[in-house]
């Protein structure tokens, strides 16, 4: 199938991207183009006007600092997967980022274009959630920043207004005491996951010459019409365990709705929940235990 016909424009700067954007209630902005083509080739799109952003400057940069990680809107996966600093301030950025779908994707695709394309299945929202991250956005009116909880508010559908324009997003950065983790399961390597999860686990001293968990989130993807992030520290404890890890995985479906689908049921999907949830929050707790032990 053909995409529906459409106008185009690429403007050269971001008055002009906004101006147009603006006067066409029905545009959408092409960055990366790999979520929004195959929407227009199936015809699930059908804007008047598609608004090329590639030839905006300074929109492709990855900085990272010590408060986290800005990445720009024409920034690639593959630039962000393959920045070094970026990977020392956030790593959870490259563990998930290596999982989404090819290497030819990842090279055109853009984080920022994924982030506000708002697909529950993709791996880039659940991180920015699970991180309590942000997206600044533009419009003719000026700047704000849409806090990953107010972000994402259905299937498809984010907080962005049709006039707006993404410009950068921002990964908190991993606190020394803490670790992370990401895991997904797909019937094949680069296929949309089934299931995924990435896990955030925090320790302190116990007072004791030991450590305990105050902190443990696990963010899914591919499980609910939007990314959710659920706490399940009541459930951890103190100290991270088999029978916890279970505990956790239970608690996580009390805040869950998984969703069927031509490629799983339901019940498929929540006992992926209960499998991933215990191997994302054991993979972040050795993390966040190495962390500790490696700067002390």
Do not use: W
């Amino acid at each position: 199938m053909k995409p529906a016909p459409f106008a185009y424009t690429r403007p050269a700067d971001l008055d002009a991207a906004l101006a147009a954007l603006a006067g066409t209630p029905d545009a959408k902005v092409l960055a990366g183009g790999q979520s929004l083509v195959p929407l227009l080739s199936m015809r699930l799109a059908a804007p008047s006007l598609l608004v090329d952003i590639n030839g905006l400057p300074d929109l492709d940069h990855v900085r990272s600092a010590a408060d986290g990680v800005r990445v720009g809107a024409l920034a690639r996966h593959a630039a962000v997967l393959a920045d070094e600093e970026a990977r020392r301030v956030q790593p959870l950025l490259a563990m998930a980022l290596a999982n989404v779908a090819h290497a030819t994707i990842r090279n055109r695709g853009t984080t920022v274009g994924s982030l506000v394309h708002a697909d529950a299945a993709a791996e880039m929202p659940v991180v920015l959630r699970l991180l309590g991250g942000a997206v600044d956005v533009v419009s003719a009116r000026g700047l704000r920043t849409i806090g990953a909880e107010e972000l994402y508010v259905g299937p498809l559908e984010s907080a962005l207004e049709h006039d707006e324009i993404a410009v950068e997003a921002f990964f908190p950065a991993l606190a020394p005491d803490s670790g992370v983790a990401f895991q997904e399961v797909a019937r094949r390597n680069g296929d949309y996951a089934l299931c995924g999860a990435a896990a955030l686990v925090r320790l302190e001293n116990d007072g004791l010459g030991g450590d305990r968990i105050v902190e443990a989130r696990v963010g899914y993807l591919s499980v609910c019409d939007v990314p959710t992030v659920v706490d399940v520290a009541a459930a951890v404890g103190d100290v991270l365990t088999d029978y916890s890890e279970r505990v956790a995985g239970e608690m996580a479906l009390e805040s869950l709705d998984p969703q069927a689908d031509i490629h799983g049921t339901a019940a498929y999907r929540a006992q992926l929940v209960r499998v991933l949830t215990g191997r994302v929050l054991r993979s972040a707790y050795r993390d966040a235990l190495c962390r500790r032990g490696a700067a002390a």
